[in-house]
Structure formats: structure tokens, C-alpha cells
């Protein structure tokens, strides 16, 4: 292979910088987005009192799960279809809307018939339930519409109007929460609930408004995405599965301590996530279009891909690593596991960004089957291995576990992927012999 010189490595920068540009937007706009979250948490918590903002935390954590299975995952379609046919748009937005309306009314049914019997935001039967009410349309179809506006601006490659999107919900509900505590003195649950679905309604009517000249949806059901879509969100769920119970078990099995300082590093590790998810959303829709012949036909992309993942992904881990020592100047040094939890945790980061990118490259070429088989089943038996493991040996045994998950997933990833690309090489060699 022909070694470039320095010449050469220079002279093809400027065909690089708007591809540098664009993650440096995508990355920056989720991290501003993340931070303005730890932000809007830090009102709620102080403005709540402990026992009313667990309580938050709680109903947080059931919405959160609900709003994967709200729209069937039929967002991805959306991204992949419209990606590779602009003219697809109006169908898969009426696609999208129904089945996120049908859906999000059955799971915020089934969720008002029992969270009433489970959390008390008031002791008024009559305030309790309508607070419970407005938290679930605003977690569950509010949300999950909101966010679809994201998802329809990077189908369509507009990528400075989906940065856009995301940091203005996220500054909303930041600017919201700040109106609502700080100037209007709310302290409860359920006085945010009536303030939360003002705002997410307002941000809603202002997304809605800026999608006008995409054209108007055309209400109908695409029957062959229906089984993709739900084949997509199924790994969500059994990752929020696999992500609490190492927290469930600690909280059994160790002191405060150490859950305190293992929950300070999941929060570090997770947000460190956002580097290469800011670099997935930017190649998704152009995996999509050169895999819509076969997937053969992306697997070299796939692979450049992967250099850059494996970079960020080494830097993310490093910058967690030299970072380490100084968090208990911020989180307090009463932590005293935080500095070597975080160091332990970083290298984990690696091994997603090599996955992610197989994964990513099989939701776009359509093969949500084997992407559900190999998140799914890692995540169902993961969940297993870390409760365990943490069960024998806390807190070595739940690293070990994590570890030797992520490397699980990486490996089928990439094995799923190429023997997926072979055939499909092989199909159309085959297809062009007879023709």
C-alpha cells in the first residue's frame, strides 16, 4: 500500500474539515444537551427535597423505559427509508405518527391504571392521578414526538437542524425547570407535572411548525416496517434491564460507598457514550443508501468507519483515565473508590465504539433480525452474568461481567456482519452471472 506524504496528508485536509466540522457539531450539540440535563436535574433535586425527587427519579425510570416501546421503533424506518428516497417522507411521518399515538395511548393507559397504586404524588386520589396522567403524555408521546424531529432532520441530512433540535429541547426543559423552581417557587411533583407539559407541548408546536416544508404526512401504515421497527426497540429495553442491575445488586451487596462512587463512574462512562453516538448519527443515512443494493456494498465505508470509532473510542478512554484523579474535587473525597472504579470502567468504552459501528451498519442495511438476536440476548444473558457475578464477588465480579459482555457483543457484532456481507457479495455475483 502507497504511504502518504506529509504533502499529500495535508493537501487532503480541506476535503476532510466539513467531515470534522460535522461531528465537532454533533458531538458538541449532545453534549451541551447532556449537560443542560445534569443542569435541569440539579434544580429539580434541590427545589424537590430528597423524598419528593426520588420519587421523580422513580416515575423517570418507568417513562423512560416506555418511551423505547412508544412508536414501535419505527423512527429508524423513518431515518433509513427517507435517507435513501426523500419522496418516502410523507409516508413514513404518518407512519410514525400513528403507530406512536396508538402505541403511546396504550402505554400511558396501562400506566395510569397502575402507577396510582404505586406512587403517591399526592395525597388527593383525584390530584395524584391527573399529575400521573400529564407526567406519562409528556414523558411517553410528548417526548418520543419531540425526538422524532431529530430523526426526521438527519434522514434528510440536514445536520446543523438536528443539532439545532436537540439542544433546544434540551435548553427548554432547562429553561422550564429554572422558570418553574427558581422564579415560581414549585417544590412538588405534582405542580412540575402541569409546568413539564406546558413546556414540552410549546417546544412541540414550534418542531412541528419548523418540519411545514418537508410536505404533510400521508397517514398509512408500512406493513413490512412494522416487524423491523419493533425488532429495533427491543434492545433498548433489555440494555435498561442490563444497566440496573448491577446498581441493584451493589445496593445488596456492598456498602454505600461503593455504590455511591460506582454510580458516579456510570454516569461518566455513559456520558463518555456521546462521542461516538454524535459520529454513528452522522453516517447512519449514508450506510443506508449504499447498502440498498446489499450490504456488501457498505462494508468498505463500514470499515473506515471503524478506524475513526477505534479513535475516538481510545481517546474517550484515555481522557477518562488522566481525568480520573480529579474527581473527587468535584464530587467530594469522601468517594474514595472513584478515582480506580472510573480507570477500571474507562477501557469498556473501546469496545462499544468497535460495536456500535457493526451494529449501526446492519439497523441500516434492514437487518434489525440479527441486530435484535445478538443486543438482545447479550443484554438478557448479560443481565444474568453481572447480578451473578456481582452476587460472588462485588465489585471485581460486576467489572469482570461488563467487560466480558461488551467484548461478547463486539465479537458477534463483527462476525454477524461480515458473513452477512460474504453472502450478500456472493448473491449478487450470482444475480449478475444469470442476468
Known sequence: ???????????????????????????????????????????????????????????????????????????????????????????????????????????????????????????????????????????????????????????????????????????ARTAAAALACLVFGVTSLVDWAIWQFAAHVLVLIVYMWSLRKLGRPQYRIVREEIRLGILFATPFIFRAIRQNVDLLMLGIMANPEVVGSYGVVRRIVDSSYLSIDAMNRLVYPGLARLSIDGIHNAIGRTKKILLAALGIGIGSALAIFIVAPFLP??????????????????????????WSVAIDALGAAGYHGPRAAILNTANAVGAGLIAWATWVAPPLGTFVS????????????????????????????ERSFTT
Open 329 to 354: 474535587i468535584l464530587f467530594g473525597r469522601e468517594y474514595v473508590s472513584l478515582v480506580s472504579f472510573c480507570r477500571i470502567l474507562s477501557g469498556t468504552v473501546v469496545f462499544l465504539a468497535i
Open 1 to 171: 500500500m502507497k504511504k502518504l506524504s506529509a504533502a499529500e496528508i495535508i493537501a487532503g485536509l480541506p476535503r476532510l474539515l466539513p467531515m470534522i466540522m460535522s461531528y465537532a457539531a454533533s458531538s458538541g450539540s449532545l453534549l451541551i444537551a447532556n449537560a443542560a440535563q445534569l443542569v435541569t436535574f440539579a434544580i429539580l433535586a434541590r427545589s424537590f427535597g430528597a423524598v419528593e425527587f426520588g420519587v421523580f427519579v422513580s416515575v423517570t425510570a418507568v417513562t423512560s423505559i416506555a418511551v423505547h416501546l412508544c412508536g414501535l421503533g419505527a423512527s429508524e424506518c423513518l431515518v433509513r427509508r427517507v435517507a435513501r428516497d426523500h419522496a418516502m417522507y410523507p409516508v413514513m411521518m404518518g407512519h410514525n405518527l400513528i403507530l406512536t399515538l396508538t402505541s403511546g395511548v396504550v402505554l400511558v393507559l396501562l400506566g395510569i391504571a397502575i402507577l396510582p397504586f404505586w406512587m403517591k404524588l399526592s395525597p388527593d386520589p383525584v390530584e395524584n392521578v391527573i399529575a400521573i396522567l400529564l407526567i406519562l403524555i409528556t414523558n411517553i408521546i410528548l417526548v418520543r414526538i419531540i425526538l422524532l424531529t431529530e430523526q426526521i432532520f438527519i434522514g434528510h441530512s440536514q445536520f446543523p437542524a438536528a443539532n439545532r433540535s436537540v439542544v433546544g429541547f434540551a435548553f
Open 402 to 429: 461488563i467487560y466480558v459482555i461488551e467484548i461478547a457483543i463486539m465479537i458477534a457484532a463483527w462476525l454477524v456482519l461480515l458473513r452477512l456481507a460474504r453472502n450478500s457479495r456472493v448473491a449478487a455475483q
